[in-house]
């Protein structure tokens, strides 16, 4: 049981390439959730699905697309990216409301801007 | 204004010692509190819930007072694999599980 897994851990992108981050959870929760976190600032929700086929923006959207084509699979992508996007980018998921609330946490991706 | 503010520190403190963590909610629509750690560089994770009645778990005691909007963690006996981050977390309804995250308080506990 691996959890929640992000794919890359780490990359550099210069200003205007686009990119894919990827996460997978085997617990076979409903929800799933991109946040990212930078200095100073709490983790803030960029987009989250409450199931397969299901998108929703939270609360910093721009810049990023998601999609949720298999329940266990959660996209995030820049489509051009800038150096305000720098930052550490978490993956999440959970069972639905009324369930167990807690989030499980993926180990992260490091993305610098340049 | 943040919707949940805490004090960023660090606190550094002795081993053995107790140390108190305090973090304040703006929304009063918040339903339900946790309280997370996050170790250096690594993802968080769920520490413990918080009731208003007040719940321990071992050396962690986390306490809601509603009426003032607050919430605190309270660790005692202090251990050096104690040094992280906590991240003090307001919960909402409405579907989708959301979680509204404080910027974290940092300690560090030093031999």
């Known amino acids: 049981n691996a959890g929640v897994t992000q794919t890359p851990k780490f990359r550099v992108l210069k200003t205007g390439q686009s990119m894919t981050l990827l996460c997978a959870q085997d617990m076979n929760h409903e929800y799933m959730y991109w946040y990212r976190q930078d200095p100073g600032m709490g983790l803030r929700l960029i987009h989250y699905?409450?199931?397969?086929?299901?998108?929703a923006k939270g609360e910093v959207p721009d810049g990023y697309n998601v999609s949720r084509l298999k329940k266990q699979n959660f996209l995030l992508g820049l489509e051009s990216a800038a150096p305000s996007q720098t930052s550490v980018y978490f993956c999440?998921?959970?069972?639905?409301?009324?369930?167990?609330?807690?989030?499980?946490f993926g180990p992260g991706t490091r993305l610098t801007v340049t | 204004r943040k919707e949940v503010e805490q004090d960023p520190g660090p606190f550094n403190v002795p081993e053995g010692a107790t140390v108190a963590f305090n973090c304040t909610y703006s929304n009063s629509a918040s339903q339900s509190f946790f309280w997370y750690r996050q170790d250096c560089r690594k993802e968080p994770k769920l520490l413990m819930s918080v009731y208003s009645s007040g719940n321990e778990d071992g050396r962690f005691t986390a306490q809601l007072n509603r009426a003032s909007q607050y919430i605190s963690l309270l660790i005692r006996d202090s251990k050096l694999s104690d040094s992280a981050t906590y991240l003090c977390v307001a919960r909402f309804s409405g579907g989708y599980n959301k979680l509204i995250f404080g910027a974290g308080t940092r300690l560090a506990v030093h031999p």
């Open positions: 699905s409450v199931g397969e086929g299901t998108t």
């Open positions: 999440a998921s959970s069972f639905p409301d009324g369930a167990s609330y807690e989030q499980y």
